[in-house]
């Protein structure tokens, strides 16, 4: 009876090892993964999307020079997208990184438990999420800016525009916007 009880224990923890294995692949397979997650793996892409475009200017410039010409009159917009890529990725890089090694394998924090390491560095992978989306909005508006200025549309009735919205919504999202500041400043003082 003993070693049957025994086999049962065995099957039993074998089968919860192979649902635990089956469920962290479930997860795996649900998370997008990002293959560009070092610098490295950025100067890769750099470096592959730079040969590509010298390799296109050179079909280009063998195969019809007037094509050549034509690539070479957008090529101030796409260098300001290509700058752009590369600016938002590095902060994206570097901020995943801080959070890893924020996060990492600290214990979790006390309920009541206010000073200690690992409630400050969940706080601050609170902000940099935050700070990773407002340096991609920074960039993609500052693109979008200076591509228009390339293109020739003039861009003064946009920030005018912009800056009335912004009064607007500043006045009626008074203590919403309060709120998000206050809160963000308690994060970033502990």
């Known amino acids: 009876l003993a070693s049957a009880q025994a086999d049962g224990g065995a099957h039993d923890s074998e089968q919860a090892q ?10 795996s397979q649900m998370i997008p993964r990002r293959t560009m997650n070092s610098f ?3 100067a890769r892409r750099v470096a592959g999307i ?8 050179a079909f280009f410039f063998i195969w019809d020079n007037e094509s050549a010409l034509m690539l070479e009159s957008y090529a101030d917009r796409l260098l300001i997208i290509f700058i752009g890529y590369v600016i938002y990725h590095a902060f994206r890089i570097w901020i995943d990184t801080k959070i890893e090694a ?3 394998d600290q214990p979790e924090a006390e309920l009541g ?3 200690s390491g690992a409630s400050s560095a969940s706080r601050l992978a609170t902000l940099l999420p935050l700070f990773r989306n407002f340096v991609l909005i920074v960039v993609v508006v500052t693109i979008v800016l200076i591509v228009l200025m390339e293109f020739g549309v003039n861009v003064g009735p946009l ?3 912009a800056g009335i919205v912004g009064v607007a919504v500043g006045f009626g ?3 919403l916007v309060r709120d998000i500041f206050a809160g963000a400043f308690f994060l970033f003082d502990d």
Do not use: W
């Not at 730079?50 to 200017?57: C, D, K, N, R, T």
């Open 18 to 27: 192979r649902l635990a294995l089956e469920e962290e692949q479930a997860r």
């Open 50 to 57: 730079l040969a590509f475009v010298a390799g296109a200017y």
């Open 173 to 175: 999202s008074q203590a």
């Open 113 to 115: 438990d206010e000073g």
């Open 159 to 161: 920030f005018a525009g």
């Open 40 to 42: 490295e793996a950025l």
């Open 102 to 104: 924020e996060v990492g």
